[in-house]
């Protein structure tokens, strides 16, 4: 598990960034994407994936939220 | 020399890393490239932020210099403890230039060197007394500081002592922040890690602490995040803000104070000029306090013109209006500098290396010069920041990360640049070797290079150097063909 933030990138889409690590990447899909789910498997334009606890999208971005990786990308 | 093709600067990084071992040539391969405008991901073609080779001469400084030296040094009116032996502060003291108005002694510190010059016994038996009667000491000295900041060197950790007890204690007794900051200078693997810690405490220490207090605000104010004002680059950056009608309520921090970075949170926007080094601070206030950030570039006045209309874009008419007007006003002064010094430098190839934002914010100001950065590289960069210098650059351009004293120099020899920019490790060498060269981190004592004022004094410098009649002097007359 890893403390992520999730932010809007310039283009309008998310965007992913891990603090620990200081890795900043696009987010090319989330599984999960409506106001009321959200989350699930994120799958990094680098190549790594997350999963986020599906849940209620959050009101306002950049949000902080714990994420288990699944598979990275190095 | 005219430019190298795409082939030509990949044989010539082969051709440096030949001299190494088989381990050694496989790391460093994966620090050079050769840059390609169309990769979207820098992480394809180089790597970086990754611990240095023991053996090769890197040009890295610690996290203790990323805390002490860059992020909280400059902060005027805190007194900062190098906690530990005398000689990490004392040999860097005063050597980044951060200019503030201040009485020094007083009631601002910037200049002064304060230690626990840590000696055998502090080590055996733990300084953490020390450093108590050290606050203590301050305290009486110079009653007109607003803060105090401990900035752990390496055996702090070693050690184990607990700044985080002494500091809570202190700060009661004071009545005023005492930040511990665990910024050894072991962690992490350049100065970069020394930002992000540095951040975090501010984060955790300072950020927070006016949160409820009344402050009278305007639509338009707005922070310089990320600019130390070497040479007095802060100053010249908010004139032309306040100029635009904006209202600075923060200078982080360059003659920044504690009470300015406590009212952040107060702010419209944060304008991020480092992103390297505050980066952290700003996404941390974009998700606690919703304030937007921005990257903007103040070097050459193309990119200035750029990064006002994107900031005037953030607010109402009478701003964009306003800067309409600033752009007008300042235009023709900076033709009249492009027109003195162009001519002079038109066609000249500049090779970077610097830290933090420079490697690719003052190429806009090179190319208003008419001049080529053909190559450039970061000490302590990251994946983002190089995915932000792909675009910068020209096709087939030098790309290096974490160079090293050797390669540095081959590729300089090799690539012929008629200006080398970077510290003052490589100024000496690089001027021994005939080649023209500035320090890009102290500005070479010069400054502002920041905005409309510090390009006419950039553009003054880069001619001043490049054009000096010494560098044809440096072959001795015996040493001449005849
Ligand atoms: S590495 Fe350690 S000992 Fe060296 S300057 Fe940094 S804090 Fe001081």
Not at chain 2, 166 to 181: D, F, H, Y
Not at chain 2, 184 to 206: K, P, T, Y
Not at chain 2, 369 to 396: C, P, Q, S
Request: hydrophobic share 35%.
């Amino acid at each position: 598990m890893a403390n992520i933030m999730i932010q809007r990138d310039s283009k309008g889409g998310y965007q992913f960034y891990l603090p620990k690590r200081d890795l900043e990447d696009g987010i090319d899909s989330m599984e999960f994407d409506t106001p009321e789910k959200w989350g699930g498997e994120i799958k990094l334009s680098g190549g790594g994936t997350y999963y986020i606890e599906p849940q209620p999208a959050p009101a306002r971005l950049p949000f902080s939220v714990r994420a288990k990786r699944i598979d990275a990308a190095e | 020399m005219t430019a190298m093709t795409r082939e030509e600067t990949q044989a010539l990084i082969q051709e440096v890393l030949e001299v190494y071992p088989e381990k050694a040539r496989k790391d460093r391969e994966k620090h050079l490239a050769v840059n390609d405008q169309s990769v979207e991901q820098s992480k394809k073609c180089i790597t970086s932020n990754r611990k240095s080779l023991p053996g090769v001469m890197t040009i890295r400084g610690c996290a203790y210099a990323g805390s002490k030296g860059v992020v909280w040094g400059p902060i005027k009116d805190m007194i900062h403890i190098s906690h530990g032996p005398v000689g990490c502060g004392q040999y860097s003291r005063a050597g980044r230039r951060n200019y503030y108005v201040g009485t020094t002694g007083v009631n601002a510190f910037g200049t002064m060197n304060f230690t626990s010059d840590f000696q055998e016994k502090d080590i055996v038996f733990g300084g953490d007394k020390k450093l108590a009667k050290l606050i203590t000491e301050i305290e009486g000295l110079f009653p007109l500081h607003k803060g105090i900041s401990i900035q752990s060197e390496c055996p702090i950790g070693l050690i184990g002592d607990d700044i985080e007890a002494v500091s809570k204690k202190a700060a009661k007794e004071l009545n005023k922040p005492v930040v511990p900051v665990r910024c050894e200078g072991f962690r992490g693997v350049s100065q970069s890690l020394g930002h992000h810690i540095a951040n975090d405490a501010i984060r955790d220490w300072v950020l927070g602490n006016r949160d409820t207090s009344a402050f009278e605000s305007t639509p338009y104010d707005v922070t310089i995040i990320g600019d130390y004002n070497i040479g007095g680059d802060a100053w010249a950056t908010r004139t032309i803000l306040e100029e635009m009608g904006l209202r600075v309520i923060a200078q982080w921090s360059g003659d920044g104070t504690l009470a300015e970075m406590e009212n952040t949170p107060k702010a419209k926007l944060n304008l991020l000029h480092c992103y390297r080094s505050m980066n952290y601070i700003s996404r941390h206030m974009e998700e606690k306090y919703g304030i937007p950030y921005m990257e903007y570039n103040f070097f050459g006045p193309t990119k200035i013109e750029n990064s006002l209309r994107e900031i005037a874009a953030f607010f109402d008419d009478t701003i964009k209006a306003n800067t309409e007007k600033v752009i007008a006003k300042y235009k023709p002064m900076m033709q009249a500098v492009i027109d003195k010094y162009k001519p002079r430098l038109e066609g000249k190839r500049v090779m970077l290396y610097v830290g933090g934002l420079r490697p690719r914010h003052v190429i806009g100001a090179y190319e208003d010069l008419g001049m080529e950065v053909v190559g450039t590289g970061y000490e302590f960069g990251h994946n983002d920041d190089y995915d932000r210098t792909i675009k910068e650059m020209g096709n087939a351009t030098l790309l290096y990360d974490d160079v090293t004293g050797l390669e540095f120099e081959e590729f300089v020899k090799r690539v012929k640049p008629d200006l080398v920019g970077s510290g003052i490790k490589e100024k000496f060498i690089f001027q021994k070797m005939g080649i023209p060269f500035r320090q890009m981190h102290s500005w070479d004592y010069s400054g502002p290079y920041h905005s409309y004022d510090g390009f006419a004094i950039f553009a003054r410098d880069m001619d001043m150097t490049l054009n000096n009649p010494c560098w044809s002097q440096l072959t001795p007359p015996w040493k001449k063909a005849a």
